[in-house]
Each structure stands twice: as structure tokens, then as C-alpha cells.
């Protein structure tokens, strides 16, 4: 399984970015895909999540607006596009998969229960 992220970059304030996860390995229905974060010294985070068969999604409070995730079936991809990005959006951006026996929300919510990981893409927000 592997799953490779990109479209990170350094942006300016206000700008916008489309990250793409794309999945190798393994077809991404029946999965929860979800996109987190991490910054340096913090923990990782969850930013929204998927569930690639259905297409719901679930978004943690502090991330509902800028974020939207979305699917290509056709593409195993799953992309997550920020907009008005702000300097404290600045992480490495990583995609993982899981299971869905435990709901989307609570995948997203506890990263650690995530069960494959792509490598990450660095977003550097700043002028």
C-alpha cells in the first residue's frame, strides 16, 4: 500500500493550494481516507476525512470552512483544497486510510487509529 501526497508548496496569505493523495496498492472504497497535519512541536491533527465509498465527510469544528476533501473514483485520488490559507496552515499535510468500523468521525478525530500513511507534503504559508 502506499499513498503519495502532493501539491504542497510556500504560499502567500489568502492563497489557495489542492493536495492530492493518491493510492497505490490498494483501491480506496470501503476506506475512511482522511488528511491530517502536523507543525513543528505540535501533535498531529486531523483536517477532514472521507468516506471513499459514499462519499460523506466529516470535518473536526476548528477546520469546517476553509477545507473541503474530495474524491476521484476513477483517479483512487482523494484531494483536499485550503483556501484564504493562513501562516498558522503552515504543516506537513499527510493523507492515511482506515478502516470504517469505527465511523469517519472518530478516524478523523484520532489519527493514531489510522492504519497506512503516505509521506507527507510540506505547506509553508507566508509572504
Known amino acids: 500500500v502506499q499513498l503519495q501526497a502532493s501539491g504542497g508548496g510556500l504560499v502567500q496569505p489568502g492563497g489557495s493550494l489542492r493536495l492530492s493523495c493518491t493510492a497505490s496498492?490498494?483501491?480506496?472504497?470501503?476506506?475512511?481516507v482522511g488528511w491530517f497535519r502536523q507543525a513543528p512541536g505540535k501533535e498531529r491533527e486531523g483536517v477532514s476525512c472521507?468516506?471513499?465509498?459514499?462519499?460523506?465527510?466529516y470535518y473536526p469544528y476548528s477546520k469546517k470552512g476553509r477545507f473541503t476533501i474530495s474524491r476521484d473514483n476513477d483517479k483512487n485520488t482523494v484531494y483536499l483544497e485550503i483556501n484564504d490559507l493562513k501562516p498558522e496552515d503552515t504543516a506537513v499535510y499527510y493523507c492515511?486510510?482506515?478502516?470504517?468500523?469505527?465511523?469517519?468521525?472518530?478516524?478523523?478525530?484520532?489519527?493514531?487509529?489510522?492504519?497506512?500513511w503516505g509521506q507527507g507534503t510540506q505547506v509553508t504559508v507566508s509572504s
Open positions: 492515511a486510510i482506515g478502516g470504517l468500523d469505527y465511523g469517519l468521525g472518530i478516524r478523523c478525530e484520532r489519527p493514531s487509529g489510522m492504519d497506512y
Open positions: 472521507i468516506n471513499y465509498t459514499t462519499g460523506s465527510t
Open positions: 496498492g490498494v483501491y480506496l472504497d470501503y476506506y475512511a
